[in-house]
């Protein structure tokens, strides 16, 4: 048990759908992350978010939407994906002022087809 | 452009022998060096750390250099084990709270027995 859970651990999603990814942590946490992680390239930082307000989009496209209604949970809101979105989605969390000491949770492999 | 680089894609050890896994790192600003270990359908887990300040970090069978004028670091694991077959993510963050840590693309370490 990590102490970051995300689910679903696995999804498949056609182009067309519209699906969530979940993150939750109870650590205390006040930063919440999510990376990508596609095959041979390094870990993208997509979002982040600090006491819930959002400070970085690192130039992500609107298909993706980040939700963080309280600094437990965190959400990525999919809609009309592409093929190449297919990757290893994580989510990590740390106390802000404190990214070294990031959690990972253990991702969400998602196939979109 | 890339900020993290591990030039290696993949390593392969014998059991008992020494691993090095090299990172090289543009931006001059990054002041705090992070290796992680993700093993297959797991999140990224911490592993060991270095600051600016120090050239070298140890920590059990793992220890890290750094060189700063070269922009440089390196994790050796020393005597590599079967157990530690995973992938190896390079990371760096600046001296800015809350930065984010940006990582590299991951070298895949195979220790046979």
């Known amino acids: 048990e990590t102490g970051v859970t995300q689910t679903p651990r696995h999804l498949v999603m056609g182009m067309t759908n519209k699906k969530s990814l979940k993150c939750e942590q109870h650590?205390?946490?006040?930063?919440m992350y999510w990376y990508k992680q596609s095959a041979k390239k390094p870990l993208e930082l997509m979002f982040v978010?600090?006491?819930?307000?959002?400070?970085e989009n690192n130039s992500v496209p609107s298909r993706f939407s980040p939700e963080c209604p309280n600094s437990s949970h965190l959400f990525l809101h999919l809609h009309t994906l592409q093929p190449e979105d297919s990757a290893l989605y994580l989510c990590?969390?740390?106390?802000?002022?404190?990214?070294?000491?990031?959690?990972f949770g253990s991702g969400t492999q998602l196939s979109v087809l | 452009d890339q900020q993290v680089k591990q030039n290696s894609p993949s390593l392969s050890v014998q059991e008992g022998r020494i691993s090095i896994l090299n990172c090289d790192y543009t931006?001059?600003?990054?002041?705090?060096f992070l290796w992680y270990k993700k093993y297959p359908a797991e999140g990224p887990t911490f592993l060991i750390s270095?600051?600016?300040?120090?050239d070298k970090n140890e920590d059990g069978r793992f220890t890290v250099f750094l060189n700063k004028s070269a922009k440089h670091l390196s994790l050796h694991i020393v005597p590599s084990q079967p157990g530690d077959s995973a992938v190896y993510f390079c990371?760096?963050?600046?001296?800015?709270?809350?930065?984010?840590?940006?990582f590299g693309k991951g070298t895949t370490l195979s220790v046979s027995s």
């Open positions: 978010y600090n006491f819930k307000e959002q400070t």
């Open positions: 931006n001059s600003m990054f002041d705090y």
């Open positions: 990371a760096a963050t600046g001296n800015q709270a809350g930065t984010a840590l940006i």
């Open positions: 990590a969390s740390s106390r802000r002022g404190l990214a070294e000491k990031l959690l």
């Open positions: 650590l205390g946490h006040n930063a």
């Open positions: 270095i600051s600016s300040i120090k």
